[in-house]
């Protein structure tokens, strides 16, 4: 027995269930305050998967590590996933650029010659019998204590993560779901390639099922999902500008994504760093001589825009 096509049409909702349940029910994006990329974005990461790519040494994780403290200034309450480096290391990274602020500035990679200075002031205060003076004077005055709080102050609302069971594709989906009924309202994965599922062992396929998962979860979810992922390409010391075509063979993360971009170093200046936003479902993309610049500080996890 046929019905009317009036009836078969709303069974998959409303105009007014999607006025009411959904329009009015919509999350905001996650706001960047990275200024053009939020406007290509049109307001920032949406629910999701969104990829950020890049050859080695291009500075995929420090410019991962940035964008998600630029976007925890508005208090956007995120998780950092790190596959590849230790949580001490990425924190050093972010302490390294509030330390910028503080009037100690440190590079991170200093971090250990700190760390010894430290023990030994510690070490010679314990033998006088000073341990309360030295704590007092070491959150007063130790450049990597001060560095800390000042990045407790101005992005204290972001997580560092980097246990063992996150490397599973499982353990993410597990954390993020924990983090979100806490507030969690963004994530990064530093980064796709690193990412186990379980039963999948060609890489190909791996990568695929990480990032069709990743784009569910986040949407399941109501959150973005930034993956940084490593591009194998030639084109920039050709100096072409990148392309989709430069994610082919890791997978299919470009139907995936909901955005795309891909940092690049500059063959013209080494102290510039280019960001090729080669896909983006809700606005425009950058021309491909006209990518998003800024000048980078590795030393100090830092990423510039130029001065208007």
Request: proline letters at 4%.
């Given at each position: 027995?046929s ?47 969104h990829i ?5 040494a ?13 976007a ?54 314990l033998?006088r ?89 986040g ?81 100090h996890?830092?990423?510039e825009?130029?001065?208007?």
């Amino acid at each position: 027995m046929s019905g009317s096509w009036e009836a078969f049409r709303d069974s998959f909702g409303t105009t007014i269930d999607y006025l009411q349940g959904g329009y009015l029910n919509s999350g905001s994006p996650v706001p960047t305050n990275i200024a053009p990329l939020d406007e290509l974005l049109c307001g920032g990461w949406r629910a999701g998967l969104h990829i950020i790519g890049g050859e080695p040494a291009a500075g995929k994780s420090a410019f991962g590590l940035f964008s998600l403290m630029m976007a925890s200034l508005s208090g956007t309450r995120s998780l950092y996933v790190s596959l590849e480096m230790g949580r001490g290391q990425c924190l050093s990274r972010c302490y390294s650029y509030a330390s910028l602020t503080t009037g100690r500035p440190f590079r991170w990679g200093d971090t250990w010659m700190l760390a010894r200075d430290a023990r030994a002031r510690r070490d010679d205060a314990l033998r006088r019998g000073e341990a309360m003076e030295f704590a007092e004077e070491f959150m007063r005055s130790d450049p990597y204590a001060m560095a800390a709080k000042s990045f407790d102050e101005r992005f204290g609302s972001m997580a560092v993560a980097d246990s063992e069971a996150l490397h599973e594709i499982g353990g993410i989906e597990q954390a993020a779901r924990r983090g979100r009924a806490s507030g969690l309202e963004g994530v990064v994965v530093d980064y796709l390639q690193y990412i186990d599922v379980e039963g999948v062992t060609d890489e190909y396929a791996r990568v695929s099922a990480a990032s069709k998962r990743l784009n569910r979860l986040g949407v399941e979810l109501g959150i973005p999902i930034v993956a940084l992922a490593s591009c194998s390409r030639s084109g920039n010391a050709k100096g072409k500008a990148p392309t989709m075509h430069d994610f082919k063979g890791s997978g299919d993360i470009e139907y995936h994504a909901l955005s795309a971009s891909i940092i690049a170093k500059d063959p013209q200046d080494p102290r510039a760093r280019l960001l090729h936003v080669v896909k983006n479902r809700f606005g425009g993309t950058t021309e491909p001589e006209q990518p998003i610049v800024f000048t980078f500080d590795g030393a100090h996890n830092s990423f510039e825009l130029p001065e208007c």
